[in-house]
């Protein structure tokens, strides 16, 4: 990185300007075990694509990844069964309902990185048992991370297991309409376990500077998402990355971007860097509303913003 220092001070910046909006926002308290976080950790890191880190606040916390899963979930479905057949069960189109709105599905799901569209994705993921499903996110998570410590947070995953009527309809609604062809238990549970998967923001991070990397290891020496895979991913995280927010964020912030309920969300900057914030009080849409104005304040004194 060229200007380590000054990317460094342009953090620090925009975190202490992010203070004013401290208090602003609420824990996703639909899940009970979400309640229970503290609600002013702040962390935030930035990986760029030879690796390097940066790294503010606290980024040793781990917290469940949510919906960012969604993103795993895609890719994972792309290269197990190929973009047609993905593609035949969910949209590729942003929707103006709620994340876990049951509504935007006639035929499908509006796209993958909304509840439905995620355990659409999550049914096509191979494997012989959810188990065995479950072991294989974890391995790609930990090859995308660099890191062999990615974690279950299975107290996170057995709160939402007791509390998540509106998935389970969601699932077997798409069951029910020749969507998912497995058990939509089954289904359910890997997309829920997906979610209570917990990370810091300097894996997160690692995993969004693999995708600004074309899908390469930062290390230049395997290419662990197919090319093509990353491309995909990209174009629907820019389009529906963010909720029903996201064209609001992509003309503010102007990358592609996941956020999660549990409070994180992440950045890619293609052929640049991966960003990933934490903080996990949340606006109406689910995002997080520091982690918004800091990632606003970056992009423009950064010139991140892929469109100039
Ligand atoms: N596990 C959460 C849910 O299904 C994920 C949602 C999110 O992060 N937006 O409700």
């Not at 549970?189 to 930062?218: D, T």
């Not at 890619?268 to 997080?288: A, E, F, H, M, W």
Request: hydrophobic share 40%; glycine share 8%.
């Amino acid at each position: 990185m060229k200007n380590r220092v000054e990317v460094e001070r342009v953090l620090e910046q925009a975190i202490r300007n992010s203070e004013a909006y401290k208090d602003v926002g609420k824990l996703a308290d639909y899940i009970p075990e979400l309640a229970n976080v503290e609600p002013d950790n702040f962390g935030i890191a930035l990986v760029d694509v030879d690796g390097e880190i940066i790294v503010k606040g606290d980024d040793e916390i781990v917290f469940s990844i949510q919906s960012i899963s969604k993103v795993i979930d895609l890719i994972m479905a792309l290269e197990d069964v190929g973009r047609e057949e993905v593609f035949s069960k969910v949209g590729m189109e942003p929707t103006e309902y709620k994340f876990n709105s049951i509504r935007p599905i006639s035929d499908k799901a509006a796209n993958p990185l909304i509840n439905a569209g995620a355990i659409s994705t999550c049914s096509l993921i191979r494997g012989s048992s959810t188990q065995e499903k479950f072991d294989r996110v974890i391995e790609k998570i930990g090859s995308l991370s660099n890191s062999e410590d990615v974690r279950f947070l299975e107290h996170i995953f057995l709160s939402e297991m007791e509390t998540t009527d509106i998935n389970r309809s969601i699932s077997y609604y798409l069951k029910s309409i020749g969507i998912i062809d497995n058990d939509a238990e089954e289904v359910l549970e890997l997309y829920v376990r997906n979610c209570s998967i917990g990370l810091n923001v300097k894996q997160l991070a690692h995993i969004a500077a693999v995708l600004a990397n074309g899908g390469r290891s930062l290390d230049g020496k395997e290419q662990l998402v197919d090319k093509e895979v990353v491309k995909i991913t990209l174009a629907l995280m820019a389009a529906c990355g963010m909720y029903e927010e996201s064209g609001q964020y992509l003309v503010e912030v102007g990358f592609p971007s996941k956020s999660g309920v549990g409070g994180a969300i992440i950045g890619i900057v293609p052929g640049k860097c991966g960003i990933c914030t934490y903080s996990p009080r949340l606006d109406r849409s689910g995002n997080s509303v520091r982690g918004l104005k800091v990632l606003e304040e970056i992009s423009k004194t950064l010139n991140l913003n892929i469109f100039i």
